[in-house]
């Protein structure tokens, strides 16, 4: 039972450059989220997606894309990546039900746009 | 408006000493949540407790506690006898019924344990 892992755990792209930073969880868990963390600011949502097919825009969406084609699978994409998304990307999950529907999160992912 | 606010940066506290981590919060819900989460310094997140708008009690979880005042629109953390592994950020969070999807974060307060 790996619980949430996320896949790179570093990175480092160029201005302009794209990639998909890939979130899995074995949980059964419908709600899956991306936060990004910056020093000073907490945690800050950007998508999340409360089941298969489904996602949503959070507090700081633009210049990211989400999709979820498939439960355990939550993707975020940056198709042009800038020096302000450098930052520690968090995925998590959590159930629907049953208190205290507390999220479960992933290690993290360092990236570095340069 | 900040949803939650966090108003020590950083903590000092002596080992084996109780420390109080302050959280207020915003909402016009009547049903919410309020968790707190640790960030030690390899940054996972990891959860410690859970207190329910409509809960009476206020929430424990071994040497954690959270002290709920809800006229006060508060939610501090206490950790007692506080050990050296509990150096780390600590972080408030909480969900709203009405937006019950989302989790909205403090900033943090760093605690540091002082041999």
């Known amino acids: 039972n790996a619980g949430v892992t996320q896949t790179p755990k570093?990175?480092?792209?160029?201005?302009?450059?794209?990639?998909?930073?890939?979130?899995?969880?074995?949980?059964?868990?419908?709600?899956?989220?991306?936060?990004?963390?910056?020093?000073?600011?907490?945690?800050?949502?950007?998508?999340?997606?409360?089941?298969?097919?489904?996602?949503?825009?959070?507090?700081?969406?633009?210049?990211?894309?989400?999709?979820?084609?498939?439960?355990?699978?939550?993707?975020?994409?940056?198709?042009?990546?800038?020096?302000?998304?450098?930052?520690?990307?968090?995925?998590?999950?959590?159930?629907?039900?049953?208190?205290?529907?507390?999220?479960?999160?992933?290690?993290?992912?360092?990236?570095?746009?340069? | 408006a900040q949803k939650i606010t966090q108003t020590q940066p950083g903590m000092f506290v002596q080992e084996k000493e109780a420390v109080t981590l302050d959280c207020t919060y915003d909402t016009s819900d009547q049903s919410y949540g309020l968790f707190w989460y640790k960030q030690p310094s390899s940054g996972e997140m990891i959860f410690l407790i859970y207190q329910g708008s409509y809960d009476e009690q206020n929430a424990t979880e071994g040497r954690y506690s959270l002290n709920f005042q809800k006229a006060r629109k508060s939610a501090n953390l206490v950790i007692s006898a506080s050990q050296l592994g509990d150096s780390a950020m600590y972080f408030c969070a909480m969900r709203e019924a009405n937006t019950g999807n989302q989790f909205y974060f403090g900033t943090g307060t760093s605690l540091t344990v002082i041999p």
């Open chain 1, 10 to 114: 570093f990175r480092v792209l160029k201005t302009g450059q794209s990639m998909t930073l890939l979130c899995a969880q074995d949980m059964n868990h419908e709600y899956m989220y991306w936060y990004r963390q910056d020093p000073g600011m907490g945690l800050r949502l950007i998508h999340y997606s409360v089941g298969e097919g489904t996602t949503a825009k959070g507090e700081v969406p633009d210049g990211y894309n989400v999709s979820r084609l498939k439960k355990q699978n939550f993707l975020l994409g940056l198709e042009s990546a800038a020096p302000s998304q450098t930052s520690v990307y968090f995925c998590a999950s959590r159930l629907t039900s049953g208190t205290p529907y507390e999220q479960y999160f992933g290690p993290g992912t360092r990236l570095t746009v340069t």
